[in-house]
C-alpha cells in the first residue's frame, strides 16, 4: 500500500511524499532543492512499556525493530548547530541531560546494537509529548520553504529537527 499525507504547518499545506508503507517498514522521501533525502525503518509497536521513557541518561534507542532505520541525503545538511555529510547512515535515539534528546547518524548500517565507533554526527532534537499515542514508531520527512524537517513519533513522544542545504561556497 502506498500513501501520501498531507498535515498542515503554520498555515501551510505540507505533502509528506512518498510515504510507503508495506507491512510492518515505513519509508519517507523528499526533494530538498535538487536534492534526495530519504529515511527507511522498520516499524515496531511501543507495546505496553514506554520505551523511549524507559531510556536513562546518556543511553541509546534503536529506531527500529530488528535492525536500526536508516537515512539517506545525497547533499550535505545543516542542523541546528551541527553538520552532516552526504551519505548513509543508521539513525538512534540518545536521551542526554535533562530530558535533552538528540539524533545519532551512524555510519554502522549493519548491527542491531549501537557502539559509538561508527558516529558521525550527533545533532539536537526537540522534544515534546502528546497524549494521543502513536502505538507504532513512524519517521516522516517534510519540506517547508527551503528546509527539512524529520518527524519522529512513537508512544505519546514527538521528536524534530530541521535540515537546511548550506549556501554553495563562491
Known amino acids: 500500500m502506498r500513501a501520501v499525507f498531507s498535515l498542515g504547518l503554520s498555515g501551510t499545506l ?3 511524499a512518498s510515504c510507503g508503507m508495506l507491512g510492518d517498514t515505513g519509508s519517507s522521501e523528499i526533494k ?3 536534492f534526495t533525502v530519504t529515511t527507511a525503518f ?3 509497536a511501543m ?3 514506554d520505551r523511549v521513557a524507559a531510556v536513562r541518561e546518556g543511553r541509546v534507542l534503536k529506531l527500529g525493530d530488528e535492525k536500526p532505520a536508516t537515512f539517506i541525503s545525497d547533499t550535505n545538511l545543516l542542523s541546528g548547530p551541527g553538520y552532516l555529510y552526504q551519505g548513509e547512515y543508521s539513525i538512534w535515539l540518545q536521551r542526554g541531560l535533562k530530558d535533552k534528546w538528540s539524533v545519532i547518524y551512524s555510519r554502522d548500517l ?3 546494537e549501537y557502539t559509538e565507533d561508527y558516529d558521525s554526527s550527533i545533532l539536537p532534537l526537540k522534544h515534546t509529548q502528546d497524549e494521543s499515542l ?3 514508531l513512524s519517521i516522516y520527512l ?3 520553504d527551503d528546509r527539512a524537517l524529520m518527524l519522529i ?3 505519546e513522544h514527538r521528536f524534530s529537527t530541521e535540515f537546511t542545504v548550506p549556501p554553495a561556497k563562491e
Open 153 to 155: 513519533s512513537w508512544g
Open 110 to 112: 549493519e548491527s542491531t
Open 47 to 49: 507495546g505496553p512499556t
Open 42 to 44: 522498520e516499524t515496531p
Open 134 to 136: 502513536n502505538e507504532d
Open 32 to 34: 530538498l532543492e535538487e
Open 14 to 16: 505540507l505533502i509528506l
Open 142 to 144: 517534510t519540506t517547508q
